[in-house]
Protein backbone atom coordinates (compact mmCIF):
# COMPACT_ATOMS: atom_id res chain seq x y z
CA UNK A 1 0.00 0.00 0.00
CA UNK A 2 2.43 2.46 1.35
CA UNK A 3 4.73 1.23 -1.93
CA UNK A 4 1.82 2.01 -4.19
CA UNK A 5 1.27 5.83 -3.02
CA UNK A 6 5.11 6.87 -3.24
CA UNK A 7 4.34 5.38 -7.13
CA UNK A 8 1.58 6.80 -7.43
CA UNK A 9 2.68 10.49 -5.83
CA UNK A 10 5.65 10.17 -7.89
CA UNK A 11 4.15 9.53 -11.11
CA UNK A 12 1.54 12.65 -10.36
CA UNK A 13 3.75 14.81 -9.35
CA UNK A 14 5.79 14.07 -13.07
CA UNK A 15 2.52 14.71 -14.03
CA UNK A 16 2.41 18.30 -12.46
CA UNK A 17 5.88 19.04 -13.25
CA UNK A 18 5.31 18.42 -17.16
CA UNK A 19 1.81 20.44 -16.68
CA UNK A 20 3.64 23.56 -15.29
CA UNK A 21 6.75 23.02 -17.59
CA UNK A 22 4.54 23.12 -20.68
CA UNK A 23 2.00 26.38 -19.67
CA UNK A 24 4.78 28.30 -18.05
CA UNK A 25 6.02 31.02 -21.21
CA UNK A 26 9.64 29.86 -22.06
CA UNK A 27 12.77 31.32 -21.06
CA UNK A 28 13.28 32.74 -24.68
CA UNK A 29 10.29 34.33 -24.83
CA UNK A 30 10.18 38.60 -24.17
CA UNK A 31 10.33 39.32 -21.67
CA UNK A 32 12.94 36.77 -20.97
CA UNK A 33 14.06 37.21 -17.59
CA UNK A 34 10.47 37.66 -16.27
CA UNK A 35 9.95 34.36 -17.43
CA UNK A 36 13.35 32.39 -16.81
CA UNK A 37 12.22 33.70 -12.96
CA UNK A 38 9.01 32.20 -13.20
CA UNK A 39 10.03 29.19 -14.23
CA UNK A 40 13.12 29.37 -11.53
CA UNK A 41 10.52 29.99 -9.11
CA UNK A 42 8.36 27.08 -9.98
CA UNK A 43 9.74 24.04 -11.79
CA UNK A 44 11.93 21.24 -9.87
CA UNK A 45 11.04 21.69 -6.35
CA UNK A 46 8.31 21.27 -3.53
CA UNK A 47 6.31 18.56 -2.83
CA UNK A 48 2.94 19.19 -4.75
CA UNK A 49 1.14 18.56 -1.50
CA UNK A 50 -2.00 20.80 -3.00
CA UNK A 51 -1.88 18.78 -6.62
CA UNK A 52 -1.64 15.90 -4.90
CA UNK A 53 -4.58 16.18 -2.47
CA UNK A 54 -6.29 17.63 -5.99
CA UNK A 55 -5.45 13.93 -7.88
CA UNK A 56 -6.85 12.72 -4.86
CA UNK A 57 -10.06 13.91 -4.79
CA UNK A 58 -10.49 14.12 -8.42
CA UNK A 59 -10.25 9.94 -8.47
CA UNK A 60 -13.20 10.07 -5.63
CA UNK A 61 -15.10 12.48 -8.89
CA UNK A 62 -13.75 9.55 -11.63
CA UNK A 63 -11.84 12.79 -12.89
CA UNK A 64 -9.84 12.65 -15.98
CA UNK A 65 -5.92 12.90 -14.69
CA UNK A 66 -5.49 15.41 -17.36
CA UNK A 67 -7.93 17.99 -16.69
CA UNK A 68 -7.05 17.80 -12.60
CA UNK A 69 -3.80 18.29 -14.10
CA UNK A 70 -4.53 21.40 -14.88
CA UNK A 71 -6.50 22.51 -12.28
CA UNK A 72 -3.80 21.18 -9.91
CA UNK A 73 -1.20 23.24 -11.45
CA UNK A 74 -3.26 26.74 -11.38
CA UNK A 75 -3.54 25.77 -7.53
CA UNK A 76 0.50 25.71 -7.65
CA UNK A 77 0.86 28.75 -9.23
CA UNK A 78 -0.83 30.23 -6.61
CA UNK A 79 1.05 28.63 -3.65
CA UNK A 80 3.95 29.27 -5.56
CA UNK A 81 3.18 32.90 -6.23
CA UNK A 82 2.65 33.36 -2.37
CA UNK A 83 5.68 31.52 -1.50
CA UNK A 84 7.35 34.34 -3.91
CA UNK A 85 5.69 37.24 -2.48
CA UNK A 86 5.99 36.01 1.23
CA UNK A 87 9.72 36.12 0.66
CA UNK A 88 10.15 39.69 -0.05
CA UNK A 89 11.89 41.86 1.75
CA UNK A 90 9.10 43.85 3.08
CA UNK A 91 7.26 40.08 3.94
CA UNK A 92 9.54 37.35 5.80
CA UNK A 93 13.04 38.59 4.59
CA UNK A 94 13.85 35.15 3.83
CA UNK A 95 16.63 33.88 1.27
CA UNK A 96 16.22 30.24 1.13
CA UNK A 97 13.22 28.13 -0.38
CA UNK A 98 12.85 24.70 -1.70
CA UNK A 99 16.96 24.84 -1.37
CA UNK A 100 17.76 27.47 -3.85
CA UNK A 101 17.66 30.74 -3.23
CA UNK A 102 14.85 32.88 -2.95
CA UNK A 103 13.18 34.39 -6.44
CA UNK A 104 14.43 37.99 -5.02
CA UNK A 105 17.83 37.06 -4.37
CA UNK A 106 18.43 35.06 -7.60
CA UNK A 107 17.16 38.13 -9.77
CA UNK A 108 16.08 41.20 -7.85
CA UNK A 109 12.87 42.25 -6.06
CA UNK A 110 11.51 43.77 -8.99
CA UNK A 111 11.50 40.82 -10.82
CA UNK A 112 10.42 38.47 -7.88
CA UNK A 113 7.00 40.89 -7.66
CA UNK A 114 6.34 40.57 -11.11
CA UNK A 115 7.03 36.92 -11.00
CA UNK A 116 4.44 36.71 -8.29
CA UNK A 117 2.09 38.49 -10.13
CA UNK A 118 2.73 36.71 -13.24
CA UNK A 119 1.96 33.62 -11.73
CA UNK A 120 -1.04 34.75 -10.23
CA UNK A 121 -2.61 35.55 -13.56
CA UNK A 122 -1.22 32.22 -15.37
CA UNK A 123 -3.23 30.32 -12.58
CA UNK A 124 -6.46 31.92 -13.66
CA UNK A 125 -5.70 31.77 -17.74
CA UNK A 126 -5.29 28.28 -17.20
CA UNK A 127 -8.36 27.56 -15.15
CA UNK A 128 -9.99 29.83 -18.52
CA UNK A 129 -8.67 28.76 -21.32
CA UNK A 130 -8.82 24.52 -20.74
CA UNK A 131 -11.83 22.23 -20.55
CA UNK A 132 -11.80 20.95 -17.12
CA UNK A 133 -15.28 20.42 -16.34
CA UNK A 134 -18.47 18.90 -17.76
CA UNK A 135 -19.50 22.27 -17.96
CA UNK A 136 -18.46 25.89 -18.65
CA UNK A 137 -20.60 26.63 -15.71
CA UNK A 138 -18.78 24.44 -13.07
CA UNK A 139 -15.62 26.09 -14.46
CA UNK A 140 -16.66 29.40 -13.34
CA UNK A 141 -17.38 28.03 -9.88
CA UNK A 142 -13.68 26.33 -9.88
CA UNK A 143 -12.48 29.91 -11.00
CA UNK A 144 -14.60 31.63 -8.07
CA UNK A 145 -13.35 29.37 -5.36
CA UNK A 146 -9.82 29.67 -6.34
CA UNK A 147 -10.16 33.57 -6.53
CA UNK A 148 -11.80 33.30 -3.21
CA UNK A 149 -8.86 31.05 -1.35
CA UNK A 150 -6.72 33.27 -2.96
CA UNK A 151 -7.34 36.80 -2.05
CA UNK A 152 -8.10 39.26 0.92
CA UNK A 153 -10.99 36.98 2.50
CA UNK A 154 -8.56 33.60 2.13
CA UNK A 155 -4.76 33.26 1.90
CA UNK A 156 -3.43 36.84 1.36
CA UNK A 157 -6.03 38.13 3.83
CA UNK A 158 -4.16 35.26 6.44
CA UNK A 159 -0.81 36.42 5.37
CA UNK A 160 -2.02 40.14 6.30
CA UNK A 161 -3.28 38.77 9.88
CA UNK A 162 0.18 36.88 10.10
CA UNK A 163 2.30 40.20 9.62
CA UNK A 164 0.06 41.73 12.08
CA UNK A 165 0.77 38.82 14.51
CA UNK A 166 4.74 39.19 15.15
CA UNK A 167 5.55 39.96 18.50
CA UNK A 168 1.80 39.20 19.48
CA UNK A 169 0.30 36.82 22.03
CA UNK A 170 -1.95 35.41 19.93
CA UNK A 171 -4.94 32.92 21.07
CA UNK A 172 -5.85 29.78 20.20
CA UNK A 173 -9.01 30.99 17.83
CA UNK A 174 -7.07 33.77 16.40
CA UNK A 175 -4.20 31.65 15.41
CA UNK A 176 -6.79 29.34 14.23
CA UNK A 177 -7.87 31.84 12.19
CA UNK A 178 -4.90 32.90 10.50
CA UNK A 179 -4.13 29.32 9.33
CA UNK A 180 -7.69 28.68 8.01
CA UNK A 181 -7.34 31.67 5.66
CA UNK A 182 -3.64 31.67 4.90
CA UNK A 183 -3.02 27.62 4.22
CA UNK A 184 -6.08 26.24 4.67
CA UNK A 185 -7.95 28.60 2.28
CA UNK A 186 -5.95 27.25 -0.75
CA UNK A 187 -5.80 23.66 0.44
CA UNK A 188 -9.65 23.49 0.48
CA UNK A 189 -9.46 25.25 -2.66
CA UNK A 190 -7.27 21.97 -4.11
CA UNK A 191 -9.40 19.69 -3.02
CA UNK A 192 -12.82 20.93 -4.15
CA UNK A 193 -11.12 21.92 -7.57
CA UNK A 194 -9.58 18.18 -8.35
CA UNK A 195 -13.32 16.95 -7.29
CA UNK A 196 -14.95 19.61 -9.73
CA UNK A 197 -13.18 18.06 -12.92
CA UNK A 198 -15.52 15.07 -12.59
CA UNK A 199 -19.05 14.01 -11.89
CA UNK A 200 -20.47 16.16 -9.38
CA UNK A 201 -20.89 15.21 -6.23
CA UNK A 202 -24.37 15.06 -4.11
CA UNK A 203 -24.84 17.70 -2.05
CA UNK A 204 -23.94 15.87 1.72
CA UNK A 205 -21.37 14.19 0.26
CA UNK A 206 -20.16 18.14 -1.08
CA UNK A 207 -20.49 19.68 2.61
CA UNK A 208 -18.33 16.24 4.06
CA UNK A 209 -15.53 16.76 1.25
CA UNK A 210 -15.34 20.71 2.41
CA UNK A 211 -15.02 19.44 5.88
CA UNK A 212 -12.46 17.01 5.11
CA UNK A 213 -10.27 19.50 3.03
CA UNK A 214 -10.72 22.13 6.07
CA UNK A 215 -9.14 19.94 8.36
CA UNK A 216 -6.27 18.85 6.60
CA UNK A 217 -5.89 22.11 5.57
CA UNK A 218 -5.34 23.34 9.60
CA UNK A 219 -3.70 20.14 10.04
CA UNK A 220 -1.18 20.80 7.37
CA UNK A 221 -0.37 24.00 9.35
CA UNK A 222 0.36 22.56 12.59
CA UNK A 223 2.65 19.97 11.21
CA UNK A 224 4.22 22.96 9.33
CA UNK A 225 5.08 24.54 12.88
CA UNK A 226 6.24 20.97 14.73
CA UNK A 227 8.61 20.72 11.45
CA UNK A 228 9.92 24.18 11.61
CA UNK A 229 10.76 23.99 15.35
CA UNK A 230 12.39 20.71 15.18
CA UNK A 231 13.68 19.95 11.66
CA UNK A 232 16.77 21.71 10.16
CA UNK A 233 17.48 24.03 7.19
CA UNK A 234 19.08 21.01 4.99
CA UNK A 235 15.38 18.77 5.36
CA UNK A 236 13.53 21.28 5.72
CA UNK A 237 14.92 23.26 2.24
CA UNK A 238 13.92 26.35 3.58
CA UNK A 239 15.55 28.86 6.80
CA UNK A 240 13.83 26.75 9.85
CA UNK A 241 13.34 28.04 13.57
CA UNK A 242 12.41 31.19 11.35
CA UNK A 243 8.98 31.38 13.35
CA UNK A 244 10.39 31.44 16.63
CA UNK A 245 13.36 33.52 15.32
CA UNK A 246 10.23 36.65 14.11
CA UNK A 247 8.93 36.07 17.43
CA UNK A 248 5.91 34.45 15.86
CA UNK A 249 2.86 32.57 17.69
CA UNK A 250 2.81 29.36 16.33
CA UNK A 251 0.76 26.06 17.15
CA UNK A 252 4.36 25.33 19.17
CA UNK A 253 4.13 28.24 20.79
CA UNK A 254 0.68 28.35 21.90
CA UNK A 255 0.38 24.59 23.01
CA UNK A 256 3.73 22.98 22.95
CA UNK A 257 5.20 20.18 20.48
CA UNK A 258 3.63 17.66 22.64
CA UNK A 259 -0.30 19.11 22.16
CA UNK A 260 0.43 20.31 18.84
CA UNK A 261 1.06 16.88 17.64
CA UNK A 262 -1.86 16.07 19.14
CA UNK A 263 -3.83 17.93 17.64
CA UNK A 264 -2.33 17.30 14.42
CA UNK A 265 -3.85 13.52 15.19
CA UNK A 266 -6.97 15.22 16.18
CA UNK A 267 -7.63 16.78 12.76
CA UNK A 268 -6.74 14.16 10.82
CA UNK A 269 -9.26 11.44 12.40
CA UNK A 270 -11.71 14.59 12.03
CA UNK A 271 -10.71 14.67 8.40
CA UNK A 272 -10.59 10.73 8.21
CA UNK A 273 -14.43 10.36 9.30
CA UNK A 274 -15.83 13.02 6.35
CA UNK A 275 -14.52 10.51 4.04
CA UNK A 276 -16.22 7.89 5.27
CA UNK A 277 -19.93 8.44 2.83
CA UNK A 278 -17.33 7.81 0.37
CA UNK A 279 -15.95 4.27 0.92
CA UNK A 280 -13.47 3.12 -0.67
CA UNK A 281 -13.34 5.93 -3.39
CA UNK A 282 -11.75 8.11 -1.02
CA UNK A 283 -8.64 5.31 -0.73
CA UNK A 284 -6.44 7.87 -2.18
CA UNK A 285 -7.52 10.95 -0.18
CA UNK A 286 -6.86 8.76 2.78
CA UNK A 287 -2.93 8.26 1.54
CA UNK A 288 -2.32 11.96 1.08
CA UNK A 289 -3.80 12.80 4.61
CA UNK A 290 -1.42 10.39 6.34
CA UNK A 291 0.94 11.30 3.94
CA UNK A 292 1.08 15.20 4.89
CA UNK A 293 0.61 14.26 8.78
CA UNK A 294 3.08 12.03 8.60
CA UNK A 295 5.76 13.72 6.84
CA UNK A 296 8.94 13.66 9.04
CA UNK A 297 7.60 12.76 12.43
CA UNK B 1 -22.48 66.75 -27.50
CA UNK B 2 -19.86 67.43 -25.56
CA UNK B 3 -22.02 68.17 -22.65
CA UNK B 4 -23.62 64.80 -23.68
CA UNK B 5 -20.61 62.98 -23.15
CA UNK B 6 -19.42 64.86 -20.26
CA UNK B 7 -22.64 63.63 -18.41
CA UNK B 8 -22.06 60.11 -19.41
CA UNK B 9 -19.25 59.51 -18.47
CA UNK B 10 -19.98 61.28 -15.19
CA UNK B 11 -22.87 58.52 -15.11
CA UNK B 12 -20.60 55.55 -15.98
CA UNK B 13 -17.88 56.89 -13.36
CA UNK B 14 -20.49 57.21 -10.96
CA UNK B 15 -21.55 53.94 -11.72
CA UNK B 16 -17.95 51.71 -11.75
CA UNK B 17 -17.42 53.88 -8.05
CA UNK B 18 -20.64 52.31 -6.38
CA UNK B 19 -19.74 48.88 -8.37
CA UNK B 20 -16.10 48.83 -6.61
CA UNK B 21 -17.47 50.34 -2.84
CA UNK B 22 -19.89 47.15 -3.30
CA UNK B 23 -17.78 44.35 -3.84
CA UNK B 24 -14.76 45.48 -2.38
CA UNK B 25 -14.99 43.95 1.11
CA UNK B 26 -15.94 46.30 3.88
CA UNK B 27 -12.93 48.11 5.62
CA UNK B 28 -14.92 46.40 9.23
CA UNK B 29 -14.03 42.46 7.79
CA UNK B 30 -11.14 40.63 9.06
CA UNK B 31 -8.31 41.95 8.32
CA UNK B 32 -9.24 45.00 8.31
CA UNK B 33 -6.29 46.84 8.02
CA UNK B 34 -5.86 45.27 4.06
CA UNK B 35 -9.29 45.89 3.53
CA UNK B 36 -8.74 49.25 4.55
CA UNK B 37 -5.65 49.35 1.90
CA UNK B 38 -7.83 48.07 -1.11
CA UNK B 39 -10.16 50.43 -0.61
CA UNK B 40 -8.10 53.43 -0.32
CA UNK B 41 -6.30 51.96 -3.41
CA UNK B 42 -9.28 51.91 -5.54
CA UNK B 43 -12.07 53.72 -4.26
CA UNK B 44 -12.28 57.79 -4.77
CA UNK B 45 -9.81 58.54 -7.58
CA UNK B 46 -8.85 57.99 -11.22
CA UNK B 47 -10.21 59.31 -14.44
CA UNK B 48 -11.48 55.25 -14.79
CA UNK B 49 -10.88 55.75 -18.37
CA UNK B 50 -11.01 51.28 -19.42
CA UNK B 51 -14.50 51.56 -16.99
CA UNK B 52 -15.16 54.39 -19.72
CA UNK B 53 -13.91 52.20 -22.43
CA UNK B 54 -15.47 48.71 -21.49
CA UNK B 55 -18.98 50.70 -20.87
CA UNK B 56 -18.64 52.63 -25.16
CA UNK B 57 -17.91 49.03 -25.60
CA UNK B 58 -20.31 47.47 -24.40
CA UNK B 59 -23.15 50.41 -26.02
CA UNK B 60 -22.07 48.75 -29.13
CA UNK B 61 -23.00 45.41 -28.48
CA UNK B 62 -26.18 46.56 -26.48
CA UNK B 63 -24.82 45.15 -23.43
CA UNK B 64 -26.86 46.11 -19.67
CA UNK B 65 -25.28 48.79 -17.94
CA UNK B 66 -25.26 46.41 -15.05
CA UNK B 67 -23.13 43.53 -16.64
CA UNK B 68 -20.63 45.73 -17.94
CA UNK B 69 -20.29 47.76 -14.57
CA UNK B 70 -18.99 44.67 -13.35
CA UNK B 71 -16.35 43.34 -15.92
CA UNK B 72 -15.64 46.99 -16.28
CA UNK B 73 -15.05 46.89 -12.40
CA UNK B 74 -12.74 43.73 -12.53
CA UNK B 75 -10.99 45.64 -15.64
CA UNK B 76 -10.37 48.71 -13.03
CA UNK B 77 -9.12 46.19 -9.99
CA UNK B 78 -6.06 45.22 -12.33
CA UNK B 79 -5.20 48.61 -13.50
CA UNK B 80 -5.58 49.50 -9.77
CA UNK B 81 -3.37 46.83 -8.19
CA UNK B 82 -0.62 47.45 -11.05
CA UNK B 83 -0.61 50.70 -9.46
CA UNK B 84 -0.06 49.88 -6.03
CA UNK B 85 2.80 47.21 -7.32
CA UNK B 86 4.55 49.97 -9.32
CA UNK B 87 4.63 52.55 -6.55
CA UNK B 88 6.42 49.94 -4.36
CA UNK B 89 10.01 51.21 -3.55
CA UNK B 90 11.26 48.19 -5.47
CA UNK B 91 9.58 49.69 -8.79
CA UNK B 92 9.27 53.40 -9.19
CA UNK B 93 9.38 54.01 -6.03
CA UNK B 94 6.85 56.67 -6.16
CA UNK B 95 5.13 58.73 -3.18
CA UNK B 96 2.18 60.43 -4.78
CA UNK B 97 -1.21 59.17 -7.06
CA UNK B 98 -3.77 60.08 -8.01
CA UNK B 99 -3.87 62.83 -5.56
CA UNK B 100 -3.48 61.15 -2.35
CA UNK B 101 0.01 59.69 -0.70
CA UNK B 102 0.83 55.55 -2.31
CA UNK B 103 -0.57 52.58 -1.03
CA UNK B 104 2.80 51.82 1.33
CA UNK B 105 3.40 55.66 2.03
CA UNK B 106 -0.24 55.36 3.64
CA UNK B 107 -0.23 52.06 5.07
CA UNK B 108 3.13 49.91 4.82
CA UNK B 109 5.30 47.93 2.29
CA UNK B 110 3.87 44.94 3.33
CA UNK B 111 0.27 45.84 2.94
CA UNK B 112 0.91 47.47 0.00
CA UNK B 113 1.95 44.03 -1.57
CA UNK B 114 -0.95 42.23 -0.49
CA UNK B 115 -3.24 45.12 -1.29
CA UNK B 116 -2.12 44.64 -4.82
CA UNK B 117 -2.02 40.82 -4.97
CA UNK B 118 -5.80 40.72 -3.33
CA UNK B 119 -7.33 43.23 -6.00
CA UNK B 120 -5.67 40.87 -8.86
CA UNK B 121 -7.73 37.73 -6.95
CA UNK B 122 -10.62 39.91 -6.39
CA UNK B 123 -10.79 40.62 -10.57
CA UNK B 124 -10.76 37.20 -11.28
CA UNK B 125 -13.65 36.74 -8.80
CA UNK B 126 -16.19 38.99 -9.75
CA UNK B 127 -15.75 38.17 -13.74
CA UNK B 128 -16.37 34.13 -11.81
CA UNK B 129 -19.20 34.16 -9.84
CA UNK B 130 -21.59 36.98 -11.53
CA UNK B 131 -23.46 36.25 -14.69
CA UNK B 132 -21.73 38.72 -17.22
CA UNK B 133 -22.24 37.15 -20.40
CA UNK B 134 -25.08 35.74 -23.07
CA UNK B 135 -23.10 32.00 -22.08
CA UNK B 136 -20.80 30.40 -19.28
CA UNK B 137 -18.40 29.93 -22.62
CA UNK B 138 -18.20 33.31 -23.73
CA UNK B 139 -17.81 34.42 -19.62
CA UNK B 140 -14.41 31.53 -19.72
CA UNK B 141 -13.72 33.41 -22.41
CA UNK B 142 -13.48 37.19 -20.95
CA UNK B 143 -11.44 35.83 -17.76
CA UNK B 144 -9.38 34.10 -20.26
CA UNK B 145 -8.68 37.67 -21.92
CA UNK B 146 -8.06 39.47 -18.86
CA UNK B 147 -5.72 36.98 -16.83
CA UNK B 148 -3.56 37.32 -20.53
CA UNK B 149 -3.42 40.76 -20.21
CA UNK B 150 -2.45 41.13 -16.96
CA UNK B 151 -0.11 38.89 -16.94
CA UNK B 152 4.10 37.67 -18.21
CA UNK B 153 2.95 38.48 -21.76
CA UNK B 154 0.50 41.30 -21.33
CA UNK B 155 0.79 44.56 -18.71
CA UNK B 156 3.50 42.67 -16.14
CA UNK B 157 5.39 41.64 -19.01
CA UNK B 158 5.55 45.14 -20.11
CA UNK B 159 6.28 46.02 -16.95
CA UNK B 160 9.48 43.93 -16.63
CA UNK B 161 10.57 45.22 -20.24
CA UNK B 162 10.03 48.80 -18.95
CA UNK B 163 12.39 47.78 -15.77
CA UNK B 164 14.95 46.51 -17.91
CA UNK B 165 14.93 49.38 -20.39
CA UNK B 166 16.06 52.34 -17.72
CA UNK B 167 18.81 53.93 -18.78
CA UNK B 168 18.52 52.45 -22.15
CA UNK B 169 18.40 53.61 -25.55
CA UNK B 170 15.50 51.81 -27.04
CA UNK B 171 14.25 52.13 -30.45
CA UNK B 172 10.90 52.77 -31.67
CA UNK B 173 9.70 49.50 -32.20
CA UNK B 174 11.31 48.13 -28.63
CA UNK B 175 9.44 51.15 -26.94
CA UNK B 176 6.32 50.25 -28.94
CA UNK B 177 6.84 46.91 -27.67
CA UNK B 178 6.99 47.70 -24.62
CA UNK B 179 3.58 49.87 -24.12
CA UNK B 180 1.81 47.52 -26.39
CA UNK B 181 2.15 45.40 -23.26
CA UNK B 182 2.34 47.52 -20.65
CA UNK B 183 -0.84 49.57 -20.95
CA UNK B 184 -2.02 48.43 -24.38
CA UNK B 185 -2.94 44.83 -23.56
CA UNK B 186 -5.44 46.19 -20.47
CA UNK B 187 -6.96 48.25 -22.07
CA UNK B 188 -7.64 46.15 -24.86
CA UNK B 189 -8.96 44.02 -22.97
CA UNK B 190 -11.08 46.59 -21.00
CA UNK B 191 -12.80 47.29 -25.00
CA UNK B 192 -13.31 43.79 -25.66
CA UNK B 193 -14.69 42.61 -22.10
CA UNK B 194 -17.24 45.81 -22.33
CA UNK B 195 -18.58 44.15 -25.66
CA UNK B 196 -18.49 40.66 -24.75
CA UNK B 197 -21.32 41.58 -22.28
CA UNK B 198 -23.96 42.06 -25.25
CA UNK B 199 -24.47 40.54 -28.25
CA UNK B 200 -21.65 38.56 -29.71
CA UNK B 201 -20.18 40.44 -32.63
CA UNK B 202 -19.57 39.04 -36.50
CA UNK B 203 -16.11 38.34 -37.10
CA UNK B 204 -15.03 41.05 -39.03
CA UNK B 205 -16.61 43.66 -36.16
CA UNK B 206 -14.53 41.36 -33.59
CA UNK B 207 -11.62 41.84 -35.57
CA UNK B 208 -12.39 45.68 -35.92
CA UNK B 209 -13.30 46.14 -32.72
CA UNK B 210 -9.41 44.56 -31.36
CA UNK B 211 -7.61 46.57 -34.44
CA UNK B 212 -9.56 50.06 -32.76
CA UNK B 213 -8.78 48.88 -29.07
CA UNK B 214 -4.52 48.03 -30.35
CA UNK B 215 -4.36 51.54 -31.19
CA UNK B 216 -6.11 53.42 -28.43
CA UNK B 217 -4.29 51.53 -26.01
CA UNK B 218 -1.11 52.83 -27.96
CA UNK B 219 -2.55 56.23 -28.40
CA UNK B 220 -2.99 56.71 -24.78
CA UNK B 221 0.35 56.13 -23.72
CA UNK B 222 1.98 58.34 -26.11
CA UNK B 223 -0.36 61.12 -24.83
CA UNK B 224 0.62 59.90 -20.92
CA UNK B 225 4.48 60.21 -22.24
CA UNK B 226 3.33 63.76 -23.37
CA UNK B 227 1.55 64.61 -20.33
CA UNK B 228 4.21 63.86 -18.27
CA UNK B 229 6.84 66.02 -19.64
CA UNK B 230 4.88 69.02 -20.37
CA UNK B 231 2.30 68.66 -17.00
CA UNK B 232 3.00 69.44 -13.27
CA UNK B 233 2.45 67.30 -10.59
CA UNK B 234 -0.84 69.04 -9.45
CA UNK B 235 -2.73 68.58 -12.68
CA UNK B 236 -1.40 64.90 -13.37
CA UNK B 237 -2.05 64.04 -9.10
CA UNK B 238 1.39 61.67 -9.86
CA UNK B 239 4.71 63.34 -9.76
CA UNK B 240 5.26 64.71 -13.12
CA UNK B 241 8.48 64.14 -14.75
CA UNK B 242 9.40 60.98 -13.07
CA UNK B 243 10.35 59.64 -16.70
CA UNK B 244 13.03 61.82 -17.65
CA UNK B 245 14.25 61.90 -14.09
CA UNK B 246 14.38 58.00 -14.20
CA UNK B 247 16.10 58.30 -17.42
CA UNK B 248 13.13 56.35 -18.78
CA UNK B 249 13.10 56.34 -22.71
CA UNK B 250 9.54 57.76 -23.95
CA UNK B 251 8.12 58.95 -26.79
CA UNK B 252 9.01 62.63 -25.89
CA UNK B 253 12.98 61.31 -25.43
CA UNK B 254 12.61 59.21 -28.90
CA UNK B 255 10.41 61.80 -31.19
CA UNK B 256 10.42 64.84 -29.47
CA UNK B 257 6.90 66.59 -28.25
CA UNK B 258 5.48 67.58 -31.39
CA UNK B 259 6.02 64.44 -33.59
CA UNK B 260 4.29 62.37 -30.18
CA UNK B 261 1.78 64.42 -30.57
CA UNK B 262 1.67 63.94 -34.47
CA UNK B 263 1.56 60.29 -33.41
CA UNK B 264 -1.12 60.30 -31.04
CA UNK B 265 -3.20 62.06 -33.86
CA UNK B 266 -2.56 59.49 -36.35
CA UNK B 267 -3.24 56.46 -33.75
CA UNK B 268 -6.61 57.99 -33.02
CA UNK B 269 -7.54 58.33 -37.24
CA UNK B 270 -6.31 54.75 -37.37
CA UNK B 271 -8.60 53.81 -34.53
CA UNK B 272 -11.93 55.81 -35.74
CA UNK B 273 -11.63 53.96 -39.35
CA UNK B 274 -11.67 50.62 -37.13
CA UNK B 275 -14.65 52.16 -36.23
CA UNK B 276 -16.66 53.01 -39.35
CA UNK B 277 -17.92 49.29 -39.38
CA UNK B 278 -20.18 50.02 -36.94
CA UNK B 279 -21.77 53.28 -38.15
CA UNK B 280 -23.91 55.09 -35.25
CA UNK B 281 -23.61 52.43 -32.28
CA UNK B 282 -19.80 53.60 -32.30
CA UNK B 283 -20.49 56.85 -30.97
CA UNK B 284 -19.63 56.35 -27.87
CA UNK B 285 -16.67 54.60 -28.80
CA UNK B 286 -15.50 57.60 -30.73
CA UNK B 287 -16.20 60.33 -27.77
CA UNK B 288 -14.03 58.18 -25.34
CA UNK B 289 -11.63 57.75 -28.04
CA UNK B 290 -11.20 61.80 -28.19
CA UNK B 291 -11.78 62.08 -24.53
CA UNK B 292 -8.24 59.88 -24.53
CA UNK B 293 -6.27 61.77 -27.63
CA UNK B 294 -7.30 65.10 -26.25
CA UNK B 295 -7.81 65.36 -22.48
CA UNK B 296 -5.00 68.65 -21.18
CA UNK B 297 -4.23 68.87 -24.96
Known amino acids: MIADFQDWAKSRQANIESVLQTFL ?11 DAMRYAVLGGGKRVRPLLAFAAGELTGASEERVGIAAAAVELIHVYSLVHDDLP ?88 MHIHKTGALIRAAVMLGAYCGASLGESEAVNLDHFAKCIGLAFQVVDDVLDAEATTATLGKTAGKDAENNKPTYISLLGARQARELAEGLRRDACQSLEIFGAKAERLRQVTDFIIQRNF
Do not use: N, W
Open 90 to 177: CMDDDVLRRGKPTCHIQYDEAIALLTGDSLQSLAFQLLAEHRLADDAQTQLEMIRRLAQAAGSRGMAGGQAVDLDSVGKALSLPELEF
Open 25 to 35: PAADIAPERLH
